[in-house]
């Protein structure tokens, strides 16, 4: 058991379906014995890349896989690694994995995106928590900042499987949450300025629950059946047909290098097109212009990108690990579209090249020390300028239980912006410290 602020169970399963990209929990190949990953975060701290690479992951087959062997493009993110990287939420954690674009907006809002299509509602990704979708489709996105785990959010999951030898498994399971999330709203008004900003607390709160059947097929594979339905006759579903291609190789015993090169392409994306034209409207007062709008499939474009992620084990106390992403991004709208303009923002909102580089050092049982450079290209749609920023942590040991550790976020310059809130302007990310204690047992 640990009490800490650090994200532990939830935030190691959280899986991206985008790209196949999968922030998973992690277990040892046979369930019967004693695995490093069922022994917890200071086993897994001992494994060898070569070890780590053999631990079990669950992605886009919705099976236990060798991570080494999976075919995807996969990035495992361990409890260790968030605890060490100095993380205190979910999007902060993300940050570590190769392609995915984390932007904070302000204090407790971020902006989150998957090789470009970046949002504060992330409304490109699908993103699931210990196998549930936490997607709304309702506003068509998710409110990163109610999904971690905290003392108001309780959760179920009931597992039925009659004996060990039965082909047929039924599980249920799901959470009831209550929030309570600080909101800026942009109030029209048909007066000078036409548009004021209202400051208010905005009550999230809501459950959900999903239902597996599985069925094991003759030969060891299985069969599952999982439905969601949407609909909205006046918008289509967005497509894409991607391609990508991997290289994950051990070199020797300490280099790891995880290379992807992908290639995209998107048809009916969202847009905002003009349904009419511009017309004057004397009711309610003064006389304003209207410009009739509506949310339509009007972009099709391309991505295409490369991601590297190596890892370098030093020694057996020095280890070094980082990754770099570039993506260029071309749309445009569709032949027969009104769209007012919608794709150069999108493309201006999104990174073409991001990069961090960890340097950790564990000096002798009682000491940590780590160290995080991270660099991000401009955002043009965000009138944002490229930025390079530091974290530093050290952590003092009192084995087995307690672990004392100083961190400092952001700590190259004063402030830096990153993504603008909609409403809302630039806000200034301070440096900032923090002191945190935790205990295990």
């Keep these: 058991m640990e009490h800490s602020t650090l994200l532990k169970g939830k935030a190691a399963c959280l899986g991206w379906l985008l790209f196949a990209l999968a922030v998973s929990g992690l277990r040892g190949d046979d369930p019967q014995q004693n695995s490093p990953a069922d022994q917890g975060p200071a086993a897994l701290k001992k494994l060898s890349l070569e070890e780590l690479s053999q631990l079990e992951v669950t992605a886009v087959s919705k099976k236990p896989e060798k991570a080494f062997q999976t075919p995807a493009a996969i990035f495992v993110i361990t409890g260790d690694d968030i605890r060490r990287s100095g993380a205190t939420s979910l999007p902060e954690a993300l940050r570590l994995a190769p392609g995915v674009e984390v932007a904070r907006i302000d204090g407790n809002k971020w902006s989150i995106g998957i090789r470009g299509f970046g949002s504060r509602l992330s409304r490109s990704v699908l993103v699931m928590i210990d196998g549930r979708t936490v997607y709304a489709p309702l506003f068509a996105g998710t409110y990163l900042e109610v999904q971690d785990t905290r003392a108001s959010q309780a959760g179920f999951r009931m597992e039925r499987n009659p004996n060990n030898n039965s082909r047929y498994t039924c599980t249920l399971q799901g959470d009831i949450y209550k929030e309570e999330a600080g909101e800026s709203v942009a109030a029209v008004t048909y007066a000078a300025p036409y548009q004021r900003i209202v400051d208010a607390n905005a009550d999230l709160s809501g459950g959900n629950v999903m239902g597996v059947r599985q069925r094991k097929l003759a030969g060891g594979g299985d069969f599952q059946l999982q439905t969601r339905f949407t609909a909205n006759p006046n918008f289509a579903p967005e497509l894409m047909n991607g391609y990508q291609l991997g290289y994950r190789r051990l070199l020797g015993k300490n280099l790891l290098v995880d290379l992807t090169n992908f290639y995209n392409r998107y048809h009916d994306l ?172």
Excluded at 395 to 415: I, K, T
Excluded at 424 to 439: D, F
């Design 270 to 441: 969202f847009g905002e097109e003009l349904t009419g034209p511009v017309f004057l409207e004397d009711n309610p007062a003064p006389v304003h212009y209207l410009l009739p709008a509506q949310f339509r499939n009007g972009l099709l474009g391309c991505t295409k990108g490369v991601e590297v992620a190596p890892e370098w084990r030093v020694t057996s106390r020095w280890r070094l690990r980082g990754s770099y992403s570039f993506l260029h991004m071309n749309l445009a709208k569709s032949p027969h579209s009104g769209d007012v303009g919608t794709a150069p923002g999108i493309v201006g909102s999104s990174l073409q090249r991001e990069g961090w580089i960890q340097w950790s050092l564990d000096l002798g049982k009682s000491f940590q020390l780590d160290r995080t450079y991270r660099h991000e290209s401009a955002l043009p749609g965000q009138l944002e300028p490229a930025y390079s920023t530091g974290d530093a942590r050290l952590a003092l040991r009192a084995p087995p239980e307690l672990e004392l550790s100083p961190v400092g976020q952001n700590l190259l310059q004063p402030f830096h912006r990153e993504f603008v809130g909609d409403p809302g302007a630039l806000v200034g990310i301070r440096r900032n410290a923090y002191l945190k204690l935790t205990c295990s047992r």
